[in-house]
């Protein structure tokens, strides 16, 4: 990492020495367990809708991108630029709208400036992954107001180890003829945590049911074929971590890497070459004296960059991303308050960026990001029945344009700043009605600070084969949210019914100019879109539910998903773009002692409603079949599985892909993936 990535949040590390100290006057407290994200106060009940994937589940549902791992959960869908980047949606929202943090803090990279750019976070070394569904710019900012991805593992590790332990998983096939390996070990004693974890993954181009591309370099036909070309990678890395720990709290710190090359399905002769390392630091001091009861800070200092290598071996655009990070969050204790008992967290965070981009193929200029946020979050319990919560957040963003590189090639203009000052505010409630009942909701107000390139872009856009301009008078971006759900819960059985409904004044999208095409150097012709705030509505609706069916010495339970999103632009009076249709899945699951197995049939409608430069996505229908047994091998728990996805081969699209690209990488074909998982 550079020195100047590591300046601007270092004022933050006498606090977290401070956390340590603290820990020798603490009073006693039991350490409570992280329920959700977006969960500061750590409370069992809680008003927005969440999903988590961990354990078994995980390890079945594991893919090589989080966007993969995460498709088809309740209000999920993925922007799957072919195996390599695929970035979260939730709700039809995506790109800067979704936060994606990793055990809370944030992931700097420049994923949400391009379809193409992956995250760098492998599932390989996740042990936990926990979704927000919904607004959640009250304790993350802007960049969160359509939901949260938080990618959670042990590096930092916040809790006592017996003893040395450890865990290793080897996993081969797939559609993409994975081989991947991974392994992490702990260890430690009194006051004292380590960590250590290192993967590797390799993959080979998509196998995919045969498909037609249109022929390059004005050939004469399309060309028919079973393979995405130029989808392959290959990504390794690896963290060392430790804590240390004492009855009331910890402080600790983690360094990883992450390394990876893979190929562009838009362009089959340019590939990206990523890498990113970042230094965490994080501690926790409990039971303290006094007015505030908890203090927790976290500190994330990342190095990230990517060159965009051209068939040649030249390099096309290289793009940096240095920054940092802050997070501090104070828990005071109950207080009493009318009929009930009040708690709450008053929190800062500060994040700041350094982004370049290097190369005539640049379409952003380079930009400096600051933002520096306060936010209040409280909670009144009333007994049994009823909990309510409200919260506000105020913050200050700055964005700043480094103009042209040069002024003999005017791109982006002079240098130029713009200052924001985002609010944002919810409320809910959670209300226990007759049992086995729940009822819950929550209102929000949220504004976001236009990103970068939705100020300053203007070039032409290799990944989606367009030339997109910003626009630098552009204002924040408004919106207000309602969110319901119904729950149901007795035994193993449950059912859950939310309903959502978002409205905006000043959506940013991408939209198409009217203007002339542009012709670039290779003569072809590309559409002008602009960065545009329009009106706009989303809402939708999620079921999900779970039926013991039989039990006896086995179990076979019933599951059940639907969701459905709407989206318009109410300024051209048309749909929003990339949205998912209406998706309907039903599994069979049974389980007899280590044996588990599940059979998954998921359907995806017709996607017609799109605007006017997009065209449908047809329906599909895939089945799936995996199987998991645990074991005992040579002292450790193990978890075999295997994977037979897309068992009729069946030729699908992602609707919520963007249009140039998804015609050029249909969803993976029938394959069989095998794994092993050894935990001590």
Known sequence: MTRNSFRAPLGALPLLALLAQAGAWADTAALQPVIVTGNPLRSEQFAAPASSLAGTELALRRGGSLGETLEGLPGLAST?????????????????RIRVLSNAGASLDASSLSFDHAVPIDPLVVERIEVLRGPAALLYGGSAVGGVVNAIDNRIPRAPLAGPAGAAEARFGGATQERGLSALFETGGTGLALHADAFGRRTADLRVPAFERAGEGGSAGPERRTRVRNSDSSAHGGA?????????????ASLDSYRNDYGIVAEEDVRIRMQRDKLALAGEVRALDGFFSTLR????LSDYRHEEVEGSGAVGTTFKNRGGDLRIEAVHARQALGAGQLEGVLGLQAERARFEALGEEAFVPGTRNRSVAAFLHEQWSLGAPLQLSAGLRVERARQESAGDAEAAEPKFGAPQQRRFTPRSASVGAVWQLAAPWQLSGSAAFSERAPTAYELFAN?????????????????????RNLDLALQWQQGPDHLRLSVFHSRFTNYIALMHAGEPDVIDEEGRSLPVYVFQGVPARLQGWELEGRQRLWSGGASLDLEARLDSVRGDNLARAEPLPRLAP???TLALHWQQQAWTLKAELQHATRQDRVPTDDRPTPAWTQLHLSAAYALRLAGADGLAFVKLNNLGNQLAYNASTVGTLRPLSPLPGRAVMAGLRLSF
């Open 80 to 96: 799957w630029f072919g195996p390599n980047a695929n970035r979260p949606v939730i709700r039809g929202q995506d790109g800067d």
């Open 240 to 252: 060392l971590g430790g804590s240390l720990l004492w009855r009331h709290g910890y402080l600790g």
């Open 297 to 300: 800070a976290q500190l994330s």
């Open 459 to 479: 070039g032409l856009h290799a990944a989606t084969a367009s030339f997109e301009r910003g626009d630098a008078a552009q204002a924040k971006e408004r919106g």
């Open 582 to 584: 209406l998706r309907a």
